[in-house]
């Protein structure tokens, strides 16, 4: 990829609607995917509305002082969806749009994980299972720190078939965090299949509800309806909330839509213009 792949866009332009800029983060996705080594593009395009939303309208932060000690916390715990991340931590203003032509290159900051020397990284994440840990812990750092940061971790549907996902979900519980969301990607497909062939997950609303949290399920793909959960947030005053956003594997890209086969994909030139005028033509007959 060359720097000339990302021109100046709607990604980063102030008169852009939320939903121009998911479309303009699925593009990104797209072309941070004919790096050599390719990358997630399935699950990160089926976490970019939520993304999107989330860094446009939801979190408070502070592009030009990324450690300001207030700021709301989002941690990725699917880290291996980086390509998402990183669209919209370009759209939000911690890093310039040009560098997301150097995803997956040796010695750059656009690593197939996030790190933490990426300015709005809060941890390196991509063992998963463990994002949900790393976020109970900043939740009950703010709290005891008396700030008002709020803490959201995303996590793939896949990942919570982990044990260390349900101790830290009693612990949230527990401990009444009620400054922290959980947002799950149910996208129903992880690396080796549907997860329900692999290990069954349902009832997954009534697991998060048995655990104590407050639990919302809501279209991952509809802005309009993920806008009125994560305003409205603490579901419940002293209680976690966990949020099960469904989603499609690939939204977006008719190519990759409920594939296995998108989970990592690298984007030869031609694989690349097929998913973009796909991605373009769907894109066109919805509005």
Known sequence: MSTAAFPASVLTSPDTTTAERALAVRERILQMGTSPDGTHVGGSLS????????????????????????????????????????????????????????????????????????PGVEFPTGSLGHGLSLGVGSAIAATRQGRPSRVFVLMGDGELQEGSVWEAAMAGAHLGLGNLTAIVDRNRLQITGPTEERLGLEPL?????????????????????????????????????????????????????????????????????????????????QT
């Open 205 to 285: 609303a009534g697991k998060w509800r048995a655990f104590g949290w407050e639990t919302v399920e809501v279209d991952g793909h509809d802005l309009d309806a993920l806008r009125a959960v994560f305003t409205s947030l603490p579901a419940r005053a002293g209680r976690p909330t966990a949020v099960i956003a469904d989603t499609v594997k690939g939204k977006g890209v008719p190519l990759f839509e409920n594939k296995k086969k998108s989970h990592s994909v690298t984007l030869s030139p031609a694989l690349h213009q097929r998913a973009l005028a796909g991605l373009r033509a769907r894109s066109r007959r």
């Open 47 to 118: 976490c970019a509305d939520v993304l999107t939303l989330l860094y446009t309208e939801v979190l408070r932060l502070r592009p030009e002082d990324p450690d300001w000690p207030e700021r709301d916390r989002f941690i990725l715990s699917k880290g291996h969806a980086s390509a998402a991340l990183y669209a919209v931590l370009a759209a939000r203003g911690f890093l310039p749009e040009e560098e997301l032509a150097e995803y997956g290159r040796s010695g750059g900051r656009l690593a197939g994980h996030p790190l933490r020397r990426l």
